[in-house]
């Protein structure tokens, strides 16, 4: 079902990009798909109407939002409707088995790994095509249960410097429902944030890594492409937080090859909350 398509040039487009060659310059194009088969998450809706927002208002890029998964294609559609060839990154608020043959599988996976382009996941994107081990290797890990449910996730910065990570304290807690994570290793991804494992409760049944490495939120790439996932993002009052708004909007410029960041990655730091 296609919800709505949003292309809309933003106001003030050469003020927002300080340093850009002028105003003429396109906007990079972003396809947000929120498609669920499943359980459904209320944020979604939230989260598109934000990030379509902040691409608007700052003129640095233009929203397409959808709810199917038809533009996930390098095929030439009908009616001039756009595919993967006209986007910069994509998306994902999804959870479930989503509607994509196996030809628009390999198309997205190319997308990011031959074509350099970019591939976000928020929430549940990691619980999306947990069939399908290669989205699983593009995105950096799947949902392995969530042992706390929503609560006061004591959460701790790992790398202040990723582009939009500024407006986060140190360590902090915000309301929000944290997935572990399984599927995933520190040899491929640079994590941003992760859980303050020494202020949670790890007798918990569902907690099931013994490395007590509860990821937040991370980068990789993914052959020339560039990829960011978090965890965060299922209470839709979050999507009004500033710290939150301003992760997403780095991590929608680095995406898109906007800015660089350094993504080599580390093992956990070593201290009191591993």
Same mark, same amino acid.
């Given at each position: 079902?296609?919800?709505?398509?949003?292309? #809309?040039?933003?106001?003030?487009?050469?003020?927002?990009?300080?340093?850009?060659?002028?105003?003429?310059?396109?906007?990079? *194009?972003?396809?947000?798909?929120?498609?669920?088969?499943?359980?459904?998450?209320?944020?979604?809706?939230?989260?598109?109407?934000?990030?379509?927002?902040?691409?608007?208002?700052?003129?640095? !890029?233009?929203?397409? #939002?959808?709810?199917?998964?038809?533009?996930?294609?390098?095929?030439?559609?009908?009616?001039?409707?756009?595919?993967?060839?006209?986007?910069?990154?994509?998306? @994902?608020?999804?959870?479930?088995?989503? *509607?994509?043959?196996? *030809?628009?599988?390999?198309?997205?996976?190319?997308?990011?790994?031959? /074509?350099? %382009?970019? @591939?976000?996941?928020?929430?549940? =994107?990691?619980?999306?095509?947990? *069939?399908?081990?290669?989205?699983?290797?593009?995105?950096?890990?799947?949902?392995?249960?969530?042992? !706390?449910?929503?609560? /006061?996730?004591?959460?701790?910065?790992?790398?202040?410097?990723?582009?939009?990570?500024?407006? !986060? =304290?140190?360590?902090?807690?915000?309301?929000?429902?944290?997935?572990?994570?399984?599927?995933?290793?520190?040899?491929?991804?640079?994590?941003?944030?992760?859980?303050?494992?020494? %202020?949670?409760?790890?007798?918990?049944? %569902?907690? %099931?890594? =013994?490395?007590?490495?509860?990821?937040?939120?991370?980068?990789?790439?993914?052959?020339?492409?560039?990829?960011?996932?978090?965890?965060?993002?299922?209470?839709?009052?979050?999507? /009004?937080?500033?710290?939150?708004?301003?992760?997403?909007?780095?991590?929608?410029?680095?995406?898109?090859?906007?800015?660089?960041?350094?993504?080599?990655?580390?093992?956990?730091?070593?201290?009191?909350?591993?």
């Amino acid at each position: 079902m296609l919800l709505i398509v949003l292309a #809309l040039a933003g106001a003030g487009f050469g003020q927002a990009r300080a340093g850009a060659a002028g105003p003429s310059k396109r906007p990079k *194009q972003v396809l947000f798909i929120g498609d669920e088969k499943g359980f459904r998450h209320e944020a979604i809706s939230h989260a598109m109407a934000t990030v379509e927002r902040l691409g608007r208002e700052t003129g640095l !890029w233009e929203t397409h #939002l959808r709810t199917d998964t038809e533009p996930l294609t390098k095929k030439k559609l009908e009616y001039n409707a756009k595919n993967l060839n006209d986007f910069d990154a994509v998306i @994902f608020y999804t959870g479930g088995t989503l *509607q994509m043959d196996e *030809q628009q599988k390999a198309d997205l996976l190319s997308f990011v790994h031959e /074509d350099g %382009k970019g @591939f976000l996941g928020v929430h549940s =994107a990691a619980i999306t095509f947990v *069939q399908w081990p290669a989205y699983g290797e593009m995105l950096g890990g799947y949902f392995d249960e969530h042992p !706390w449910g929503t609560f /006061d996730a004591p959460i701790v910065v790992e790398d202040p410097n990723f582009p939009g990570m500024q407006k !986060w =304290a140190p360590a902090f807690q915000m309301t929000d429902e944290i997935y572990q994570i399984k599927n995933y290793s520190r040899e491929k991804t640079r994590v941003l944030m992760r859980l303050d494992a020494s %202020k949670v409760d790890l007798t918990n049944k %569902k907690v %099931k890594r =013994a490395d007590r490495d509860f990821a937040v939120s991370w980068v990789k790439n993914y052959g020339k492409g560039r990829v960011f996932y978090t965890t965060l993002g299922h209470v839709p009052a979050n999507w /009004d937080r500033p710290d939150m708004q301003a992760m997403m909007m780095g991590a929608i410029q680095w995406a898109t090859g906007l800015v660089d960041a350094d993504v080599t990655p580390r093992p956990m730091p070593a201290g009191p909350s591993k």
